[in-house]
């Protein structure tokens, strides 16, 4: 849909512009409004260019209403949109450099793969396509499959064929919307780096809408949770799993464990927490809340079970409980573990093959290092919240 040249990237050998936040696309208090309804709540984000961006959140969040704004299929009910600096809130989908990548990839039956990969060249009626069409086909690992129609690729190279179509536009902004939900699990991850290869090689700003936590942290140099239309968190994949700011980022970005207490100040570099009638310590540094009502939250692959007391290490916190489900995933075993006030844990153990697995019923101590831990503050009343054992949780590492 792309009808302007790139304002920069290495898309077809262009030099980037002087100013590197020349091609930044900045969203100001946009807002949607379906009736009633706030989907997009006045938001406030810029995604620099050049940079591979995801959207994650689950279905309703906004995420792709925002999109779909973007690429002009929305009108904001207010708020600005700006590419580059230049205003594109009011432009024509056509009008605006930008493509979209939807899941169904939406190719043309009745045409080759060629012809859908020119189909944007020659409606702006660009005659010789055939250099820029092996090119894009070359990028996207599809040499020599022009002459095929669609129907005759697997669904992997239909997404493939998505992309090149969009990308020989020459846009600024890529927008993918769950372009990999219709993939199998070993194809997707394949995809995935794929995607992020050509990312690389293009050198364009993607943004991404998915719901799928590992793919954004694969992909992505930066994740937005959304929530409830707006974003709770972003920043760097690492820095929001190990991190979070919130406790529905820190259940929706992976699991996590979150007990209930109260934080009763510092200690030196360490904030006091009392929970459950025991005392645990995390350090200030990842702690976003030092007095009032808490969560203390631990990863589950942060867990360790030992069903010896004695074997807990030194300077280690800890809590009893009995193993009441289990679940072998090959690279590690998933463990619910019932506390002594009713709540059960999730634990990742990896299967390094050093011991056997714990049975269901086993007494246990769960342990881990305070500087594995963090703290977010709680809403008064609310209880502990865990995770149960889920196919899609992020794997211990």
Known sequence: M???????????????????????L???????????????????LTIPQGAFFALLGASGCGKTTTLRMVAGLEQPTSGQLLLGGRDITRL???????????????????LSVADNVAFGLRRRGIRDVRPQVERMLALVQLDGFGPRRPQQLSGGQQQRVALARALINHPQVLLLDEPLG???????????????????????????????QEEAMTMADTVAVMNAGRIEQLGPPAQMYEFPATAFVANFLGQSNLLAGEATGRSGDDVLVTAYGSR?????????????????????????????????????????????????????TQY??????????????PNSGDGALLPVGADVVAYWQPAHAFLLAREPGAGDQTSPLLDDAVPAS
């Open 2 to 24: 792309a009808t302007d040249p790139p304002a920069g990237g290495r898309l077809g050998g262009d030099p980037r512009p002087a100013d590197p936040s020349a091609g930044d």
């Open 26 to 44: 900045k969203l100001t208090d946009l807002t949607k409004r379906f009736g009633p309804f706030t989907a997009v709540d006045g938001l406030d």
């Open 92 to 110: 024509r989908p056509y009008r605006r450099p930008v493509n979209t990548v939807f899941q169904s990839y939406a190719l043309f039956p009745h």
């Open 182 to 212: 219709a993939l199998d699990l070993k194809l997707r991850r394949q995809m995935q780096a794929e995607l992020k290869r050509i990312q690389t090689e293009v050198g364009i700003t993607f943004v991404h809408v998915t719901h799928d």
């Open 280 to 332: 645990f310590t995390v350090p200030a540094a990842r702690s976003r809340s030092v007095d009032g009502p808490v969560h203390l939250g631990v990863r589950p692959e942060k867990l360790a079970l030992t069903r010896d007391a004695d074997a807990v290490p030194a300077g280690a916190q800890s809590v009893t409980g009995v193993v009441t489900e289990l679940a072998y995933l090959g690279v590690s």
């Open 336 to 349: 619910q573990v019932r506390t002594g006030w009713g709540t059960e844990l999730s634990v990742f153990s």
